[in-house]
């Protein structure tokens, strides 16, 4: 009986590639990155490095494709992937569902006028002759009206998603994170985000240092690295300056799109 015993345990013990029990959705530009290497400081917690973009890009290849991008889990140790578009994929909530009705998602979000400037400086430092953001913001200048059909200002309008997930996911299943939280206080938003996931609560302050050079909480240590580091140079850029009738204009065209957001979330991210 031993012997038997033994033998159908054996398979546990050996690390296995699993579909993920957790997703980080979005949004884009928000922190997503902060959170996906705050979580990897979790011994229990086995994340893809990049960006898989299976529910958006790569469904046709299947659930097994998925498996295979993932690291090996031991039992007990949680998946996990991010990819921020999946925030905005018309099909992800059903297709995310079709994988596992039980999976947990986590999205952060950001004030959408940082949020906005955030994307426009990602794509301005790719692309320098890129127009000023104002111009690409509003119409006919700082005074004109705000151009919702521009990515980086669409992208700021969270209930609408939301709403698209909540068709598909109770509440109770999707953690709404602070970006801002994030970076002021990230020990005890990672709190949160372990309590959700069911984690013990290993994460703590000990974990981080304020990089005052770069304006950013960095890890003391990671599973890769002994010594303290900070994310890359592409997280935590300088933004440019803004006209403040523009951001003015931006918070406006928020207002309303936010309160929705505060209702449906059920938490009230204080955003001006
Ligand atoms: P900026 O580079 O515009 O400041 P994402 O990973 O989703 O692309 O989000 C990038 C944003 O994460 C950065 O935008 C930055 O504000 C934010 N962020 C949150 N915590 C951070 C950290 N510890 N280090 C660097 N950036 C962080």
Request: glycine residues 6%; charged residues 25%; aromatic residues 12%.
């Amino acid at each position: 009986f031993k012997d038997k015993y033994m033998t159908l345990r054996k398979p546990n013990l050996v690390p296995t590639k699993r579909l993920p029990d957790a997703l980080i959705i979005g949004v884009k530009k928000c922190g997503t990155r902060a959170l996906l290497e705050f979580l990897r400081l979790h011994p229990d917690v086995r994340a893809a490095g990049s960006e898989v973009h299976f529910f958006d890009k790569f469904y046709h290849k299947g659930f097994e494709w998925y498996r295979n991008r993932m690291p090996p889990t031991l039992e007990g140790q949680i998946t996990m992937e991010k990819t921020p578009s999946y925030w905005v994929t018309r099909s992800a909530p059903k297709r995310v569902f079709a994988m596992n009705p039980a999976v947990k998602l986590l999205a952060v979000v950001r004030d959408p006028v940082t949020r906005a400037i955030s994307d426009y400086t990602q794509s301005a430092s790719k692309r320098p002759s890129l127009p000023r953001f104002e111009e690409l913001a509003l119409m006919d200048g700082p005074w004109g009206s705000v151009v919702d059909t521009w990515p980086p200002v669409r992208l700021g309008i969270y209930a609408r998603p939301l709403r698209r997930w909540l068709r598909r996911f109770p509440r109770s299943r999707i953690l709404i994170i602070s970006g801002e939280r994030l970076v002021v206080d990230p020990a005890a938003e990672m709190t949160r985000v372990q309590e959700f996931l069911n984690l013990k609560p290993v994460i703590t302050e000990k974990h981080f240092y304020f990089n005052s050079t770069k304006g950013f909480p960095c890890l003391l240590k990671s599973e890769s690295r002994s010594t303290p580091h900070c994310l890359g140079k592409t997280k935590g850029r300088n933004h440019p300056y803004i006209d403040p009738v523009a951001l003015e204009r931006l918070r406006e065209f928020y207002r309303p799109h936010n309160e929705r957001f505060y209702e449906l979330s059920g938490i009230n991210f204080g955003w001006q």
